[in-house]
């Protein structure tokens, strides 16, 4: 990938959002750059799971919005079935685990830090719904640019 965010910033400053600076990258993959989907939780991962064991994420990057309390929703295994399905990147309003192992997956994961438990009891999520955060609307079908200096969204695919 030969694109840096900061240089689509400074060509495109009326096209992009920027995620702010608290969401740190976790992940194997220095860049990832795709088509969002949007995942909406209830603290439970289960519609996540689904998506990234189940279906080709060729070109993707799935953005997640979870309630904010503390637990989990990313992990070795979801960053394995990313990795086997091509997703590009994940980024999760949220907390993640499994860092150790996650480091090496070739899978770019942003997240808002680091959290040892997850929730267990099943809860339903949503797929393909705009979710708000961090000042930001995401939709499915949106476009998503990551590297090493952080994370910006636009409305269509302009690198």
Do not use: W
């Amino acid at each position: 990938m030969s694109f840096f965010t900061a240089d689509i910033c400074d060509e495109h400053s009326e096209k992009v959002f920027v995620l702010g600076p608290e969401f740190q990258q976790y992940g194997g993959a220095e860049k990832c750059q795709g088509e969002i989907v949007t995942v909406k939780l209830d603290k439970h991962n289960g519609e996540l799971i689904k998506l990234l064991r189940d279906e080709d994420g060729t070109g993707k990057v799935v953005v997640v919005d979870v309630d904010r309390e503390y637990y989990a929703v990313v992990g070795e295994n979801l960053m394995k079935f990313a990795h086997k399905n091509n997703y590009a990147g994940i980024v999760v309003n949220g907390y993640i685990r499994d860092t150790a192992q996650i480091k090496d997956i070739p899978v770019a994961l942003y997240a808002l830090g680091t959290c040892p438990r997850k929730y267990i009891p099943a809860t339903e999520g949503q797929r393909d719904v705009k979710v708000t955060f961090d000042n930001i609307e995401f939709s499915t079908g949106d476009y998503l640019y990551g590297d090493t200096d952080g994370v910006i969204v636009t409305a269509e695919k302009i690198v």
